[in-house]
Nanobody, 117 residues
Framework: QVQLVESGGGLVQPGGSLRLSCAASLSIFSIYVMGWYRQAPGSQRELVAGITSGGSINYADSVKGRFTISRDNAEKKVYLQMNSLKPEDTAVYYC???????????WGQGTQVTVSS
């Protein structure tokens, strides 16, 4: 059974940093499109950042220049480095794995990020 396990969330002051990690139990991790999504209370889940197997990256406009997504195919992990955090970044952050040749999608259980003074 495929599992995506996020870690690294927590409480941080505005302007601070956090690094989220997602460990995937995918047999062919390297071909998957990996992404980080977030969902704030009362809001829809939104894409924060995505990275393809070839290393192409896209970011939501709201996090460009502050967040960095990366992947380690050997370790089957994807990371989200979050700098200059703002209160509006507060949300549950989810790791996603998308199979590029079909509709299969896997989700992690989510990790809470709270930005508050």
């Amino acid at each position: 059974q495929v599992q995506l396990v996020e870690s690294g969330g927590g409480l941080v002051q505005p302007g601070g940093s956090l690094r989220l990690s997602c460990a995937a139990s995918l047999s062919i991790f390297s071909i998957y499109v990996m992404g980080w999504y977030r969902q704030a209370p009362g809001s829809q889940r939104e894409l924060v950042a995505g990275i393809t197997s070839g290393g192409s990256i896209n970011y939501a406009d709201s996090v460009k220049g502050r967040f960095t997504i990366s992947r380690d195919n050997a370790e089957k992990k994807v990371y989200l480095q979050m700098n200059s955090l703002k209160p509006e970044d507060t949300a549950v952050y989810y790791c996603n794995a998308g199979f590029p040749y079909g509709r299969t999608n896997y989700w992690g259980q989510g990790t809470q990020v709270t930005v508050s003074s």
